[in-house]
């Protein structure tokens, strides 16, 4: 089978790109492994200031995020057009917030708000009084937040499936294979899948985790990993939670859906079962996560928790890899740097314009796929 563009991966970066694609005219080809997608996974949250979690396990990876903050800013403006356009996901933009349980935390994210002012995005610091105005649930302990007006959340679930029922309007279909290895020729490229052979002018690889692997005999050594990670969601609750809310210094992430539901993650860790088995959800991971969203909202403590599971984010180098890959440049990255789901469309976006020839929407030098060249 030949197309126009094979697009390789079909979590959220790869349904906006062959959504982006066969509205300009291309013939897509769509094909993923159906193995651990982030975006069947994850908790909704629309990131935009830096989560401490990752400051504290990735200290290297700091200053790629932080220069791709206007990008992160950007990709919430980008879910709002596309639940305008497609939805409504039970999109919410009332920002996010950051709490902080004393002085030390309190001086560390008006550190951090000082930074993210410098890059554009929207963040103010708030005392206990202001935040009593806004969200009078918290627990006694807090002393004051940064609030993101940039963030935001949105249901996942329902995005997915009207993204999804998008592409079946326009006759994409996902075929389940996995993809071994690409190779360019001199008119176009190569896919060889476990059960098919797969013929394009270019492909776009929007296969998070399993990119690094794929591209290697590429000539680029992209260090994408995969990072098991845990969820929760409780029954409804009566409280009413507008925000995204965050911690100065604990992993944790709580948002209320529509129906009153509390989602409730953050990077919590989970046990690795390989690509085709889900990771394994953690008892210590469970009671840690969901005492910590107790704390914090002390009303969550007499919810029952109705669900649990784990998901497969991806980690590479903090940074977004969107463009041609400089030794095969029919071959199109799509990989979100962290908080992927945020990302995700926008990349899309991006990189679907990589392929057509469009000019770029902004400096893609510092998303280049060059910089891993080996
Ligand atoms: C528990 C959890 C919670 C999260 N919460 C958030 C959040 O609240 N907000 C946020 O912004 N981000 C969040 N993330 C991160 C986010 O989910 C991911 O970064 C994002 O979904 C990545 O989307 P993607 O389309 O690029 O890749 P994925 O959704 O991971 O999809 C990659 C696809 O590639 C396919 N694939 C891989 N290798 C091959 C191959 N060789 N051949 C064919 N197909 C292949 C896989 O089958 C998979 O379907 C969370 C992640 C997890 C795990």
Known sequence: MHSDVLVVGAGITGMMAALH????????TLVDAGENAGT?????????????????????????????????????????????????FELVRKGGLMLAEGTVQLRFLEDKAKRETARGLTVEMLDRPALDRIAPWLGPQIVGAELCHDEGKLNPLIANARLLAELGRRGIVTIRDRILGIEQGSDG??????????????????????????????????????????MNITEAAAVSIGHLIQHAERSITLKQLGQGQIVIGGGWPARDRGRIMPPEVLAASFLGNVALAARLVPQIGGLRVIRTWAGMNTTADGGSTIGRLPQASRVVMALPGDAGYTLGPLVARMAAGVALGTAPEADMGRFAPARFAA
Not at 194 to 221: E, F, H, K, N, P
């Open 40 to 88: 069947w996974a994850n908790a909704g949250s629309l990131h935009v200031q830096m989560q401490s979690r990752f400051m504290r396990l990735y200290p290297d990876q700091v200053p790629a995020v932080e220069a791709s903050l206007p990008l992160y800013k950007a990709a919430a403006e980008e879910w709002v057009r596309l639940d305008a356009f497609y939805g409504p």
């Open 189 to 230: 490229v190569t896919a060889q899948g476990q059960s098919g052979t797969y013929q394009a002018d270019q492909a776009l690889i929007a296969s998070a985790w399993g990119a690094g692997d794929m591209v290697r005999g590429l000539g680029v050594t992209i260090p994408t990993r995969a990072e098991p990670l845990h």
């Open 21 to 28: 694609l066969a509205d300009a005219g291309a013939r897509v």
